[in-house]
């Protein structure tokens, strides 16, 4: 038997981080349709999904 290559992320690291770009893309979506700039929106969307990943890699792990 052969081993597996060596993968670049872990399950659950990708996992994590889907789960926050996810989080980010609702944040910021949501912000511009409640009419906030759409530069303020993307920051917004950008430190939720950054807020996020230490949130979820303790309740996922």
């Known amino acids: 038997m052969t081993t597996p290559p060596d993968t670049f992320l872990s399950l659950h690291a990708a996992v994590v ?20 700039p759409v530069a303020a929106a993307a920051i917004a969307g950008v430190s939720g999904a950054g807020g996020s990943v230490p949130v979820l890699h303790g309740l996922i792990g």
Not at 17 to 36: E, M, N, Q
Request: net charge neutral; glycine share 16%; proline share 0%.
């Open 17 to 36: 981080l889907l789960a926050a770009v996810v989080i980010g893309l609702v944040i910021g979506c949501l912000s511009v349709l409640a009419g906030v």
